[in-house]
Nanobody
Framework: QVRFVESGGGLAQPGGSLRLSCAAS????????MSWYRQAPGKEREFVAR????????NYADSVKGRFTITRDNSKNTVYLQMNGLKPEDTAMYYC??????????WGQGTRVTVSS
């Protein structure tokens, strides 16, 4: 079955960096676009970034554009989110999913990112 295992979260200072990873299984990874979403405490889950199946196309939420970079390694069935210039408002649980998360209606456990001095 489809599975997403997110990792790499933690505590970072404002202006710092973190790199999130998501190992995916249960489907043909190289044939599917992937995305990152996040959910801050008390807020709805929101789109962060997405990448096409071969990495040629990427899209970002305005709030992270220029600071976050999404990449993927199809040989490892893994998608990454490099987060630079972190801000306190980036504090959230981060989740990966397919380009369209409605495809399987499944979410992994996520990885927590906290940005604080």
């Amino acid at each position: 079955q489809v599975r997403f295992v997110e990792s790499g979260g933690g505590l970072a200072q404002p202006g710092g960096s973190l790199r999130l990873s998501c190992a995916a299984s249960g489907f043909t990874f190289s044939a599917n676009g992937m995305s990152w979403y996040r959910q801050a405490p008390g807020k709805e889950r929101e789109f962060v970034a997405r990448i096409s199946s071969l990495g040629a196309t990427t899209n970002y939420a305005d709030s992270v554009k220029g600071r976050f970079t999404i990449t993927r390694d199809n040989s490892k069935n893994t998608v990454y989110l490099q987060m630079n210039g972190l801000k306190p408002e980036d504090t959230a649980m981060y989740y990966c999913n397919l380009w369209d998360p409605r495809t399987y209606d499944y979410w992994g456990q996520g990885t927590r990112v906290t940005v604080s001095s």
